[in-house]
């Protein structure tokens, strides 16, 4: 019996979230192979970050370092190689619907600059984002109609789609919450409290609304508090502005760290900020909800349909770091009163997990 043949493309995921997607999707489709016929090709920036079975990896180490490479591979190159692969499926997992040649193509979406308006702030601290907001928003819509669904992760992104694309064939598709098998053991201070925002430094993520709201803690609070905020001075010029501002107590700026250790920070954080102005799901929210740990999140759509139904959550206007500065005190002070969320959408459309999204490109 002839195997179906899958591409899963994501060679630009290598860092973060992304990055993340990417590898979730792998380990899944790693395990979902077994005892079927299907052949897996997937196209990585570096596949020596990968050991899942029944994979067959194809490295494109150079798609990161241009974008005229990642335009290359995209709209001339992949065509050529469909042809020569002879895909019945095809998933690209970063955004764009290549030139391909495939029974079947697919798109995953889940970058949120197209919905987001740059600031001269944007501009200058990572032009890329202002040329995304811009650029990204045509270039994602080459090819966009050829793609047999799109699959996208919340319902306020769908209504998007649907509103400024007209398309009927937009599926809903949550992360699924992978846990990881280890975490690294870390190391913290006991006699404090201890708030964590793991993210990447991008203007959007908002890391100066943390900084503006610790300089307005009383010093009987900022005594009693660390602040794990994961950015470094040579990350960019964005990380580099935040930290001459703000390198003051508490703020404690632990730089990149691994997988393994953002996990051993959940479990022994007190508390996760997450101030960003624009996800298209925000993986930490439901990485802390897991652990079943307080959540203090920008107010807005991403964040309320990210954390679902929960009790520990309060919401602050993300321009208002008044604002969450008194939810911080009330935190410390354990006379916070959480909002809580209800979030409810009809799931007709939705695909709950990887499997099946595997088992809708297979059967449609």
């Known amino acids: ?25 792998l380990q899944k489709i790693s395990d979902y192979s077994k005892n079927k016929e299907i052949k897996v090709i ?12 029944n994979i067959e990896y194809i490295d494109f180490s150079k798609s990161k370092k241009y974008w005229i490479n990642r335009l290359y591979y995209e709209y001339f190159y992949f065509k050529k190689l469909s ?47 202002g040329v995304f907001s811009i650029f990204y928003n045509y270039l994602f819509q080459i090819n966009l109609s050829k ?6 992760q919340q319902n306020w992104i769908k209504k998007e789609f649907e509103n400024l694309y007209h398309l009927k064939n937009v599926l809903v598709t949550k992360p699924e919450n992978i846990q990881e098998k280890d975490s690294e053991e870390i190391n913290l201070d006991t006699a404090k409290i ?21 300089k307005l803690l009383p010093n009987s609070i900022k005594n009693k508090i660390e602040v794990h905020l994961t950015i470094s001075k040579n990350d960019n010029n ?36 997450f101030p960003s102005k624009l996800e298209t799901w925000g993986l930490p929210i439901t990485e802390a909800k897991g652990f079943v740990k307080p959540v203090l999140l920008a ?7 990210t954390i679902g139904n929960y009790d520990k959550v309060s919401f602050f206007d ?46 449609n």
């Open 1 to 25: 019996m002839k195997k179906d043949i899958i591409v899963i493309s994501g060679i630009n995921m290598v860092e973060g979230g992304i990055f993340t997607i990417l590898d979730n999707c």
């Open 42 to 53: 997937a196209l990585v920036n570096d596949k020596s970050k990968f050991n899942y079975p």
């Open 83 to 129: 042809k020569k692969i002879k895909p019945d499926i095809w998933l690209s997992l970063h955004d764009v619907s290549p030139n391909v040649v495939a029974k079947k193509r697919f798109l995953y979406f889940h970058h949120p600059t197209i919905f987001y308006k740059s600031t001269l702030k944007d501009w200058i601290f990572d032009y890329k984002i």
């Open 147 to 152: 793609n047999k669904a799109v699959f996208v």
């Open 194 to 214: 201890h708030f964590f925002y793991p993210s990447f430094p991008r203007s959007f993520k908002n890391f100066e609304l943390i900084g503006k709201a610790a």
């Open 238 to 273: 964005y990380s580099k502005y935040i930290i001459k501002k703000y390198n003051f107590k508490p703020l404690n700026f632990i730089g990149k760290i691994s997988r393994a250790e953002v996990f051993g920070y959940y479990k022994k954080m007190d508390c996760l900020l």
């Open 299 to 305: 107010n807005l759509p991403y964040a309320k349909e």
């Open 318 to 363: 993300i321009e208002n770091p008044k604002e969450l500065a008194q939810l911080m005190t009330d935190f410390v002070n354990k006379t916070i009163q959480y909002q809580e969320n209800k979030f409810t959408f009809d799931e007709s459309d939705q695909l709950k997990d990887w499997n099946s999204i595997f088992d809708f490109m297979l059967k």
